[in-house]
């Protein structure tokens, strides 16, 4: 069984910085099937990356994806207010779970 | 438009049942699997399941399996969670999601509350 862990739990930081979540897997997990999602307080998760790099249709390149193996990053530059939310990280490469990672609640001070 | 519409939530006691639906538009939907989500009130996501676009594969999560049933019906755009034996820890939003082979939950409804509580 897959288990992802993320980092850190909470991040706080000004618009205009520069946030990297990190999402970490007990065991490697294809490329291919990762991904990272955006989930605002009273509203549907939307996709951000597919593929560990590839940008969701209409995603800004503010928004970018990285890593391999068990180490995966997403990185949002140049923040803005309403990148306040929770990302989760999910593998769905295997036949068996979609488990997601524990969520990085992002603050915008 | 592609879109996603859950249905059939609401309050239910310990060792009730609730029948959830989905209707989908916008997409063939027999092309695609299915999923379920849900997140329990300040709980992070948690995957529960999902079936394939004939149907005839399913997987649950362990918290779910032996008392959620995932079916589908591909001549209706629609897809169901079937929910017995409800237990308190099973209160939360319950979205369904598009699974795509190569983008993942590439698309959400924007969920439905299941309350269970006596």
């Known amino acids: 069984e897959i288990v992802l862990t993320q980092s850190p739990g909470t991040l706080s930081l000004s618009p205009g910085d520069r946030a990297t979540l990190t999402c970490t897997a007990n065991?490697?997990?294809?490329?291919?099937?990762v991904a990272w999602y955006q989930h605002k307080l009273g509203q549907a998760p939307r996709l951000l990356i597919y593929?560990?790099?590839r940008r969701a249709t209409g995603i800004p390149d503010r928004f970018s994806g990285g890593g391999s193996g068990t180490a995966f990053t997403l990185t949002i530059s140049r923040l803005e207010p309403e990148d306040c939310a929770v990302y989760y990280c999910?593998?769905?490469?295997?036949?068996?779970?979609?488990?997601f990672g524990p969520g990085t609640k992002l603050e915008i001070k | 438009q592609v879109q996603l519409v859950e249905s059939g939530g609401g309050l239910v006691k310990p060792g009730g049942s609730l029948r959830l639906s989905c209707v989908v538009s916008?997409?063939?939907?027999?092309?695609?699997?299915m999923t379920w989500t849900r997140q329990a009130p300040g709980k992070g996501l948690e995957w529960i399941s999902y079936?394939?676009?004939?149907?005839?594969?399913?997987y649950y999560a362990d918290s779910v399996r032996g008392r959620f049933t995932v079916s589908r019906d591909n001549a209706n755009n629609s897809v169901f969670l079937q929910m017995n034996s409800l237990r308190d820890e099973d209160t939360a939003v319950y979205y369904c999601?598009?699974?795509?082979?190569?983008?993942?939950?590439?698309?959400w409804g924007r969920g439905t509350t299941v309350s269970v509580s006596s």
């Open positions: 999910q593998q769905y490469g295997s036949s068996e779970l979609y488990a």
């Open positions: 593929g560990a790099s």
């Open positions: 079936i394939s676009s004939s149907g005839n594969v399913v």
């Open positions: 916008g997409f063939t939907f027999r092309d695609y699997y």
């Open positions: 065991k490697p997990v294809s490329t291919s099937y």
């Open positions: 999601a598009r699974k795509d082979y190569s983008r993942g939950l590439d698309v």
